[in-house]
């Protein structure tokens, strides 16, 4: 990579702390993070970083809507200290005053501001998707790369939820014998955005399950298919709207996926894993995994009622899980290490989005174009 002058006087003016466990004064003083979008995430993560975060401290936010970054700095800048106000996210990301970054900013702008990122050497809290597609997520990783050392965690929160998990434990110690079928609903109240698409269902929500397909258990998708019913009255004109998409697992396991964006019930997200020799449900009301396993009862966990309050959105859903994701990266950060999903795992999710898109539009079965 090729480092702008004001990358080089960055890092000679020594504007990272230093990251090593005994930490100097990025120890003493808290990692001072960068936020680049202060939309509804970005300004989440943003009073997340100067309320909640321990060793870590808000020093700016970086926004085009200057106004709207300044008022967050406003009301912000008397928790943790004054919060410098940037409309440039690359003048953000070259501040002294910052020494890791979020990335809240559309996926679209992704990639140029990763590579300023990389070409300071901070480390990246980036929301997914890495990018908009797998020619420039491939671009950022091989970035990443020449580095040196991995900079970027992607924001898949779902990793860091109890609930997931739990899942993830119980799936990978075997009890339920081999799993076979992993049924993933996501549902969210409505579309704010007038633009919003067909295509957007799969790049920027079915993304999630992309995800915990992958890592719940352990193997590659090698093909997928999205179709979809009429849509729902309620969706915006020319969407599809839900989608159901259908997995197929390096093991032979299938993973069926429903996202309904337009549901007007709330924010719903389960996941079902039927095994071999028992299954366990996630995403129930009372937020406990629900079990079953073969034996002369039959039912191995509390009976419950699928009654109850509903989440209106995703900051409420997993409010614990992304405080642990973001807890877990300034660990991580100050220790000079990455946690959680890789640029890699971003990569590889956007390769089966671009399947799942491709077959959006052919309704047919397409297979992933796996490295």
């Given at each position: ?68 970054a300044q008022a967050l700095a406003d009301e912000l800048g008397g928790v943790g200290g004054p919060v410098r106000v940037h409309a440039d996210p690359l003048d953000l990301i070259v501040d002294p005053e910052v020494d890791a970054v979020v990335l809240a900013s559309p996926g679209s702008v992704h990639e140029e501001q990763l590579l300023a990122c990389f070409e300071r050497g901070v480390h990246v809290l980036c929301e997914k998707p890495l990018t908009m597609d797998s020619a420039s997520s491939l671009r950022v990783i091989e970035a990443e790369r020449a580095v040196g050392r991995p ?221």
């Amino acid at each position: 990579m090729t480092s702008s002058p004001a990358l080089r006087d960055a890092a000679a003016a020594g504007g990272l702390a230093p990251q090593g466990p005994e930490g100097g004064r990025g120890r003493r003083a808290g990692l001072r993070v960068g936020v680049v979008g202060v939309g509804t995430m970005g300004a989440d993560h943003a009073r997340r970083l100067a309320s909640r975060i321990v060793e870590a401290r808000l020093s700016a936010v970086a926004d085009p809507d200057v106004e709207r970054a300044q008022a967050l700095a406003d009301e912000l800048g008397g928790v943790g200290g004054p919060v410098r106000v940037h409309a440039d996210p690359l003048d953000l990301i070259v501040d002294p005053e910052v020494d890791a970054v979020v990335l809240a900013s559309p996926g679209s702008v992704h990639e140029e501001q990763l590579l300023a990122c990389f070409e300071r050497g901070v480390h990246v809290l980036c929301e997914k998707p890495l990018t908009m597609d797998s020619a420039s997520s491939l671009r950022v990783i091989e970035a990443e790369r020449a580095v040196g050392r991995p900079l970027v965690q992607v924001g898949f929160m779902r990793r860091f939820d109890p609930e997931y998990t739990r899942l993830h434990e119980l799936l990978g110690s075997g009890r339920m014998g081999r799993t076979l079928l992993l049924h993933q609903t996501h549902r969210n109240l409505s579309v704010p955005n007038p633009d919003f698409r067909s295509e957007m269902i799969v790049r920027d929500s079915l993304v999630h399950e992309v995800d915990c397909a992958r890592w719940l258990l352990g193997e590659e998708i090698v093909s997928v298919q999205v179709i979809g019913p009429t849509p729902t009255r309620h969706a915006l004109d020319g969407v599809v709207d839900p989608q159901v998409s259908i997995f197929r697992m390096e093991s032979g396991a299938v993973v069926t996926n429903e996202v309904f964006v337009s549901s007007r019930t709330g924010y719903e997200v389960r996941v079902e894993a039927v095994g071999e020799d028992g299954g366990a449900i996630i995403g129930r009301p009372w937020g406990e995994m629900y079990t079953t396993t073969v034996g002369p009862q039959g039912v191995d966990g509390a009976a419950g009622s699928w009654g109850g309050p509903i989440a209106p959105d995703y900051r409420v859903r997993f409010e614990r899980a992304y405080d642990l994701e973001v807890q877990a990266w300034v660990d991580a950060t100050l220790r000079g290490e990455v946690v959680g999903a890789t640029s890699r795992d971003g990569w590889l999710s956007t390769l089966v989005c671009s399947a799942g898109m491709e077959s959006l539009a052919s309704g047919r079965p397409v297979d992933v174009a796996l490295p």
